[in-house]
T-cell receptor, first 111, second 112 residues
Framework: SQQGEEDPQALSIQEGENATMNCSYK?????LQWYRQNSGRGLVHLIL?????REKHSGRLRVTLDTSKKSSSLLITASRAADTASYFC???????????FGKGTKLSVKP | SQTIHQWPATLVQPVGSPLSLECTVE??????LYWYRQAAGRGLQLLFY??????ISSEVPQNLSASRPQDRQFILSSKKLLLSDSGFYLC???????????FGPGTRLTVT
């Protein structure tokens, strides 16, 4: 069953703008991970945030986690055309501790 | 550092033919290994996972099978492919449930 749901499904912005993607999930988690996937390629791991963390940064990425609302957000600041990709959140809500993925947000950054 | 390999990168197979996709991980020992499938425009579906040699768990009953003959080798197989088996197959590894999960480059399978 699907655990993470990303919102919006698609996002189109201009280079230099910030992009915010949201993820909601249904069950308790130990951690949540964000991934990027360029068209036709594998998934690149961006960041892992644990359930006892509220915010985490990595370069131009900022991830927040609100376990009371069962939601997370990924902020990409000063976006670049190279950020164009699909972004997925994944939670460890599987029956065997495996990750469950949402359908992703397709981000398009126009130069 | 750890590296994960998958091959082949692309594959076109006729319906009813067999399948063998291979995944290997370098630079780590006793990883948890996973096979996912991604249909066009959709999220990832977990197919199989393994916590050790010879230990395979299946999430979705279908005509696919998996094997782990060595610690860092994970193989996805089918005796007879169906049209519905087309998709993007991704292998992944992680050291445990509390750790990051990393993906290979994927295999694009088209069944004709």
């Amino acid at each position: 069953s699907q655990q993470g749901e990303e919102d919006p499904q698609a996002l189109s912005i201009q280079e230099g703008e910030n992009a915010t993607m949201n993820c909601s999930y249904k069950t308790s988690i130990n951690n949540l991970q964000w991934y990027r996937q360029n068209s036709g390629r594998g998934l690149v791991h961006l960041i892992l945030i644990r359930s006892n963390e509220r915010e985490k940064h990595s370069g131009r990425l900022r991830v927040t986690l609100d376990t009371s609302k069962k939601s997370s957000s990924l902020l990409i600041t000063a976006s670049r055309a190279a950020d164009t990709a699909s972004y997925f959140c994944a939670t460890d809500g599987g029956s065997q501790g495996n990750l469950i993925f949402g359908k992703g947000t397709k981000l398009s950054v126009k130069p | 550092s750890q590296t994960i390999h998958q091959w082949p990168a692309t594959l076109v197979q006729p319906v009813g033919s067999p399948l063998s996709l291979e995944c290997t991980v370098e630079g780590t020992s006793n990883p948890n290994l996973y096979w996912y499938r991604q249909a066009a425009g959709r999220g990832l579906q977990l197919l199989f996972y393994s916590v050790g040699i010879g230990q395979i768990s299946s999430e979705v009953p279908q005509n696919l099978s998996a094997s782990r003959p060595q610690d860092r080798q994970f193989i996805l197989s089918s005796k007879k492919l169906l049209l519905s088996d087309s998709g993007f197959y991704l292998c992944a590894w992680r050291m445990g449930f509390a750790y990051e999960q990393y993906f290979g480059p994927g295999t694009r399978l088209t069944v004709t």
